[in-house]
């Protein structure tokens, strides 16, 4: 247990619809970072918010959109649904703490979303 | 890109010392080696970090070579729980490293 939740745990949507994601971080940590991975793939960074702020984004585009809020939890929303959105969902979450030693990330256990 | 290559599986017996082994030829001076694990249907789980020095902790030990060109994660005994997909990463450290992840290898340990 990391101490990271997401929600929901599966999600069914259709093409052309939206969805939002939800993580809450481990207590304490100020960065999130998300990821989707699909089928027998590594998990492939999609954006990370550190302190209410996008910082860094990966190849994807823009119907990908995040938000940080104060509590440092964060969501992620994916407009205009594809079939090839269909993947586990990843967020984990960080704390800059200065030591280099304390820059491992936790992993929630994911949202797996079902585009059909 | 992932700048790693690793086996894509490898088999170890339970009870055995598992070594999986990953090439970074590409590393720069200032990136750590890091290892990550997940199990199926999980989320990944740190395991281990290191610059230049070889690393313990309570789950594994990290062997980099001198030139840092490749190491290699030793689980010392590996059980059944150990299976999963073990994953290399390059970067350059901090809470704010966006990691990169290939395909990673896939570890059966067998009864």
Known sequence: ETGVTQSPTHLIKTRGQQVTLRCSSQSGHNTVSWYQQALGQGPQFIFQYYREEENGRGNFPPRFSGLQFPNYSSELNVNALELDDSALYLCASSFPGGAIDTDTQYFGPGTRLTVL | ?111
Request: one cysteine or more.
């Open chain 2, 1 to 111: 890109d992932a700048k790693t290559t690793q086996p894509p599986s490898m088999d170890c017996a339970e009870g055995r010392a598992a070594n999986l082994p990953c090439n970074h030829s590409t590393i720069s001076g200032n990136e750590y080696v890091y290892w990550y694990r997940q199990i199926h249907s999980q989320g990944p789980q740190y395991i281990i970090h290191g610059l230049k020095n070889n690393e313990t902790n309570e789950m594994a030990s990290l062997i980099i070579t001198e030139d840092r060109k490749s190491s290699t994660l030793i689980l010392p005994h590996a059980t059944l729980r150990d299976t999963a997909v073990y994953y290399c990463i390059v970067g350059y450290g901090g809470a704010t490293n966006k990691l990169i992840f290939g395909t990673g290898t896939l570890l059966a340990v067998q009864p």
